[in-house]
């Protein structure tokens, strides 16, 4: 996707400065969604509610909030502001952390649905509606890319009911790293 941004933006442009700026510690380039387990989430989220039966070390939930959340999630300052703001939901029951993880599509805010944008020059971008007006969108995509489109480009818009968030991700973080993810995200 940053290929094809890149190729159509203007080299003098402030995206292009953006996507060409220097790597954070998470290369968004090197992020694989992971492929859901499961099609029932329910079970999914069942099976780890173990986690609260495991102490959960604070520093090893840093490192996984950086390899797997930073791209869309902030918190206590690290990360793009593309989710919900982490440090907002610290005091959240267990169940209710473990269902938005590991079933992002169970209760999303219209704010963060997902709307996929076909452009006439064929490419299809998808991402939430950070601003709109007569004239364009902006898209932000994952990574905190905020992406104009004139709507005068636009072929097709369609809302995917769905958060850019993936499911799957019992496949990539145990039930141990589920406890030391909130072990992070609780710690003051």
């Known amino acids: 996707m940053r290929v094809a941004i890149l190729s159509s933006v203007s ?9 060409n700026a220097p790597r954070s510690a998470v290369d968004s380039n ?3 969604l992971p492929k859901p387990s499961t099609p029932d989430r329910a079970k999914v989220v069942a099976n780890y509610l173990r986690a609260a039966d495991l102490k959960g070390a604070a520093a090893h939930g840093r490192e996984l909030f950086q390899q797997q959340c930073t791209l869309c999630h902030k918190l206590k300052g690290e990360g793009q502001e593309v989710g919900p703001d982490l440090g907002m939901v610290q005091d959240k029951p267990l169940d209710w952390l473990l269902t938005a993880i590991l079933d992002p599509n169970a209760a999303i805010e219209d704010r963060y649905r ?19 007006t007569g004239n364009n969108i902006v898209l932000q995509l994952p990574g905190g890319v905020e992406f104009p489109v004139l709507r005068s480009e636009v072929v097709a818009e369609q809302a995917t009911g769905r958060s850019l968030m993936p499911d799957g ?17 609780r710690a003051k």
């Open 11 to 19: 080299p003098d442009s402030a995206l292009f400065a953006k996507l």
């Open 30 to 32: 090197s992020v694989v």
């Open 114 to 132: 997902a709307k996929t944008v076909k452009l006439k020059s064929g490419a299809e971008l998808m991402g939430i509606i950070a601003a709109e």
């Open 169 to 185: 991700l019992e496949t990539v973080l145990s039930p141990q790293d589920i406890a030391d993810l909130v072990a992070w995200l």
